[in-house]
């Protein structure tokens, strides 16, 4: 080939996907602040088809071009691995900032921004119901997801097909399990810092588990129609590798959103935020 790294020309689509992304979160922004709600609804929602068909097309050209042109070559995997890292590290980053808010506001909370707990007039979610089963749902889909791994290497399409229909199922019953359960919780974003929290930091990761979802889907249907069979394993370690970081972010989400319910858990943290300070 002409060159060592693999260029799409002429592709519009990372404008698109970035234009899609825009539209999301200005919508969010603007639903949050209530302001024109059905409107800034529609905006949303537009949003995230404009960035659904970006990503799409962005994926066709890239398999296009990989296949048909000059394929995968060392320094093209070698990127696509860097920036795997790089947006891995950068949606850790995005995480970290609410949990660090979680944890101050657990261990002063202020008036203005309404009490962490206890909270008055509201009865917070049990430990041991829908969370705990979410959780063991997307450990389980973790460890399919590396048995679809091994049958990706043995070429067994029954072992590949049982796991992902396994790994399908757990995800849905982690997705119904989470919105039966904002459904049903008493108390909405606006409620204090607890509730703003506990929806960013459960929202944020249930829209990450279905693009994980998403991906997943896009590798099975490489598999199944016999493209990309020597790049397979590089494409599923990717997609594997951000499944279960979705899977190790949802235990730390776990911990910081039901685990901080306990009053006597704030007391804790409060006291370990007062050692820290005084020692440093």
């Not at 067994?156 to 989470?178: C, D, P, R, W």
């Amino acid at each position: 080939s002409r060159q060592s790294v693999l260029l799409i020309e002429s592709a519009p689509w990372p404008t698109v996907v970035a234009i899609g992304l825009f539209f999301v979160i200005v919508g969010f922004i603007f639903l949050m602040r209530c302001l024109g709600y059905c409107f800034m609804l529609d905006f949303v929602i537009r949003g995230i088809l404009v960035f659904i068909i970006g990503v799409m097309l962005w994926a066709r050209d890239l398999i296009r071009e990989s296949i048909f042109i000059c394929r995968f070559t060392i320094v093209t995997q070698y990127f696509l691995r860097l920036a795997l890292y790089n947006f891995i590290l950068s949606e850790f980053m995005l995480f970290f900032g609410f949990f660090w808010s979680a944890f101050y506001s657990a261990g002063w909370p202020t008036v203005w921004l309404g009490y962490w707990c206890p909270c008055v007039g509201i009865v917070f979610i049990n430990n041991f119901g829908l969370s705990l089963l979410n959780t063991l749902a997307l450990l389980m889909a973790g460890s399919s997801v590396i048995w679809i791994r091994n049958g990706l290497k043995e070429v067994h399409i029954l072992k590949v097909i049982l796991g992902y229909s396994f790994t399908y199922s757990m995800a849905i019953i982690f997705m119904f399990n989470q919105v039966v359960e904002w459904y049903n919780v008493s108390f909405s974003w606006g409620s204090s810092i607890l509730g703003t929290i506990f929806f960013m930091l459960t929202g944020i990761h249930f829209s990450h588990a279905v693009l994980g979802l998403f991906a997943m889907t896009w590798i099975f249907y490489l598999y199944m129609s016999s493209l990309l069979l020597g790049q397979v394993s590089l494409l599923y370690r990717s997609v594997e590798m951000y499944w279960l970081f979705v899977d190790y972010m949802w235990v730390i989400v776990f911990w910081f959103s039901y685990g901080f319910s306990s009053i006597s858990f704030n007391i804790k943290i409060r006291l370990g935020l007062e050692l820290v300070y005084i020692f440093v």
